[in-house]
């Protein structure tokens, strides 16, 4: 949905919003600060893991609450009519302008301003919108006098506006102004804690939408969902329980949970023993190790000779490494040496680098990844 206005609107309970994780718990209680004062509050987090429930949240619970919410999705919408979608025109201001319109901006008076997917408004409009955000000030194209909107502004985004500022793509002037209270929202697999309430609450919904009577999920299947890594998100996890609501069985979604986790590590505490720090430590570095190798390989189009120059290892270290960690062109893991490897694969001692099974420290690999 590009821009709407709503005015009503149901949220899921705040106890399934924000659950039991710790992540979780210092966003709500940011929030019941922030919410009741009048300021700019900048969303931050991956697709997917809740950005607008929590800024129509924010809406809900401010003295602003039975004034409009006006969404504004800022990519879907082309530039120059973004512009006068935001500002609002007079009759005659450019060709096809018959009437004057009110802009967006105007329209959430008294009200709030969400401005989704922010990272993404070009370098034009976010001065436009940083004399807005000044002193709520702004002119309709065409118009000789300014308006006033009392709006609240919250914006949210994916990408990381410091990172987009060192680019030159985002004014840090306008990142101040809208980033006075700041709420980053954690990933789904920070957070798995709370998966079986989220999944419950989608089923009951789902349910009632769809009118079945689908059970809930089997121990075990959570079991399954706590461990995944979700790229998706909420939104995947409540894609997930819509299938598995409308379908009816486990079955049809499992296979959806089956690939595996790309650079995670998994450290389950466990319930009593040592927890052997170097031990876990060497293999969560393995796992990562393993995971940039076939990004490189796979960057280098399978060619070792260029993945390992990439890397700045040698070659039979790369060699090595690949059948140590058990690599394939498809991805999936081998037993034995792949055919092409086997090809071309000197003996399989390991180079210096890898004697005793060293691995490479983490600051080497972070280089490597930004390589
Ligand atoms: N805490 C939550 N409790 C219940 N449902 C949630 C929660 N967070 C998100 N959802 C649901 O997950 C879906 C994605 O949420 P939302 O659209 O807010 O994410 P987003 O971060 O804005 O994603 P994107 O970056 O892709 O726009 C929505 O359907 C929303 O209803
Ligand atoms: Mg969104």
Known sequence: MKQTVE???????????????????????????IATADVPVLIQGASGTGKEIIAKLVHKASPLSKGPYVKVNCPAI?????????????????????NSKPGLIALADRGTLFLDEIGELSMGLQSKLLQVLQDGKFCRIGAQEDTVSEARVICATNRDLKREIAAGTFREDLFYRVNV?????????????????????????????????TPSLSASLMR??????????????????????????????????????????????????????????NQAVRRLER????????????????????????????????????????????????????????????????????????????????A
């Open 7 to 33: 005015q009503n609107f149901e949220l899921p309970p705040e106890s399934v919003i924000f659950g039991s994780s710790e992540a979780m718990r210092r966003v709500q209680r940011d929030l019941s600060l």
């Open 181 to 213: 209270v700041n709420v980053s929202l954690p990933a789904l697999r920070e957070r798995s804690a709370d998966i079986p309430e989220l999944a419950e609450y989608f089923r009951e919904h789902f349910n009632m939408m769809y009118n079945r009577k």
């Open 224 to 281: 399954v969902l706590q461990a995944y890594h979700w790229p998706g998100n909420i939104r995947q996890l409540e894609n997930l329980i819509k299938r598995y609501v409308i379908l009816g069985t486990e079955a049809c979604i499992s296979t959806d949970l089956a690939e595996p986790a790309p650079n995670t590590f998994d450290f389950e505490m466990p319930q009593e023993g040592p927890v052997p720090l170097k031990k876990i430590t």
């Open 291 to 370: 995971e940039i190798i076939l990004k490189v390989l796979q960057a280098h189009h399978w060619n070792r000779r260029r993945a390992a120059e990439a890397l700045k290892i040698s070659y039979r270290a790369l060699l090595y490494k690949i059948r140590d960690a058990g690599l394939s062109p498809n991805r999936t893991p081998v037993r034995s040496m792949p055919v092409e490897t086997a090809a071309t694969a000197p003996p399989a001692e390991p180079e210096p680098e890898d004697a005793g099974g060293v691995v490479t420290p983490l600051t080497q690999v972070a280089k490597v990844s930004n």
């Open 78 to 98: 082309p530039d120059a009519l973004l512009e006068s979608e935001l500002f609002g025109y007079e009759k005659g201001a450019f060709t096809g302008a018959y």
